[in-house]
């Protein structure tokens, strides 16, 4: 098992920033893949960016390219999720996943992720 806790998560208005992070309670963190999951009240969970171990290569969804950026701080066994003009519809619960991997797998099933963190909500009100 890999315990992952995320943090950020708010209510802000619609063009405003927010930043999440995510802790990963494993020695092995800087050899995993990491990546960020949404879920909007409703629907089902959906990917958001993942980053390789070494984070030379990151991935995003189209509806977030060019707003999101992700990064990790191995030193810090952290992954961050910067979220830039916020819009209504990036209304989710935010969860943190990693892989076993370290890469991510856009083919696989959840990208190639085995552990979840619980999540950490965004409102985005107009």
């Known amino acids: 098992q890999v315990p992952l806790v995320e943090s950020g998560g708010g209510l802000v208005q619609a063009g405003d920033s927010l930043r999440l992070a995510c802790v990963a309670s494993?020695?092995?963190?800087?050899?995993?893949?990491m990546a960020w999951f949404r879920q909007a009240p409703g629907k089902d969970r959906e990917f958001v960016a993942a980053?390789?171990?070494?984070?030379?290569?990151?991935y995003f969804a189209d509806s977030v390219k060019g707003r999101f950026a992700i990064w990790r701080d191995n030193a810090k066994n952290s992954v961050y999720l910067q979220m830039n003009s916020l819009k209504l519809e990036d209304t989710a619960v935010y969860f943190c996943?990693?892989?076993?991997?370290?890469?991510?797998?856009?083919?696989?099933?959840?990208?190639?992720?085995?552990?979840w963190g619980k999540g950490t909500l965004v409102t985005v009100s107009s």
């Open positions: 494993t020695r092995t963190f800087s050899t995993r893949a």
């Open positions: 996943a990693a892989s076993d991997e370290s890469s991510y797998q856009p083919g696989a099933k959840d990208y190639g992720m085995n552990y």
């Open positions: 980053i390789s171990w070494s984070a030379g290569n990151t």
